[in-house]
């Protein structure tokens, strides 16, 4: 069974300062791995995804997360935080071998990124 | 433009009075899951479609029912709805090609009385 664990209901951080937002994963073979967020009354936007390749992905908004394949980790980060990044933030799993998932992507528990002026 | 679309929004209901919320996609996507969203615990997959007339549960499918059709469309039925189906639901579609990215809908807000 695959699973992801976001330790942290809430991330607070001041405007300007680096962010970043943890995310652990379980999968039995190789994961794909994505980050999603969630601004107040609106469905999930995309910011990026680890598929194979180059460790650092980088995505919209100035957002970049790095696969740590030994610590089975995907934590999304941020150099410069904006009171407009505040939002609910979503990791992401799936296992690369769709016999192993189906379609199945199992979400974290989402955690609420506070930035404050 | 490319897009997942639902309806209704919003919906307020009564225990026991079937319901089907509609979500339908204009990517071509051959994949289609259903979410459910509750506070502490992120989103849930419902079921999900690898193709037409392909279906599968996913991690709480109890109570829930879905079909296939066609390629665009995959409606959610609530054959008895109960208050415990109160929830936020998200439609998504997704295709290989993409790695799986997930298409999301912008969620239908469903309270069961």
């Known amino acids: 069974a695959q699973s992801v664990a976001q330790p942290e209901d809430q991330v607070n951080v001041a405007e300007g300062n680096p962010l970043t937002v943890k995310c652990t994963y379980s999968?039995?073979?190789?994961?794909?791995l994505f980050w999603y967020v969630q601004y107040p009354n609106r469905g999930l936007q995309f910011l990026l995804k680890?598929?194979?390749?180059?460790?650092l992905v980088k995505g919209s908004y100035g957002f970049e997360a790095e696969f740590n394949k030994s610590q089975t980790s995907f934590h999304l980060k941020k150099p410069s935080a904006l009171v407009s990044d505040s939002a609910l933030y979503f990791c992401?799993?799936?296992?690369?071998?769709?016999?192993?998932?189906?379609?199945?992507?199992?979400f974290g528990g989402g955690t609420r990124l506070m930035v404050k002026p | 433009e490319a897009q997942v679309t639902q309806n209704p929004r919003y919906l307020i209901t009564v225990t026991g009075k079937k319901l089907t919320v509609t979500c339908s996609q204009n990517?071509?996507?051959?994949?289609m899951s259903w979410y459910r969203q509750d506070p502490g615990l992120g989103l849930r997959q419902i079921y999900y479609?690898?193709?037409?007339?392909?279906?599968d549960k996913g991690d709480v499918p109890e109570g829930y029912k879905v079909s296939r059709k066609e390629k665009r469309n995959f409606p959610l039925i609530l054959e008895s709805p109960s208050p415990n189906q109160t929830s936020l639901y998200f439609c998504?579609?997704?295709?290989?090609?993409?790695?799986?990215?997930?298409?999301f809908g912008p969620g239908t807000r469903l309270t069961v009385l």
């Open positions: 998504a579609s997704s295709f290989q090609g993409a790695g799986y990215t997930q298409y």
């Open positions: 999968v039995s073979g190789n994961p794909y």
């Open positions: 680890y598929i194979t390749g180059d460790n």
């Open positions: 992401a799993v799936r296992d690369a071998v769709v016999s192993n998932a189906g379609n199945m992507l199992t």
């Open positions: 990517m071509n996507h051959e994949y």
């Open positions: 479609s690898m193709n037409v007339e392909v279906t």
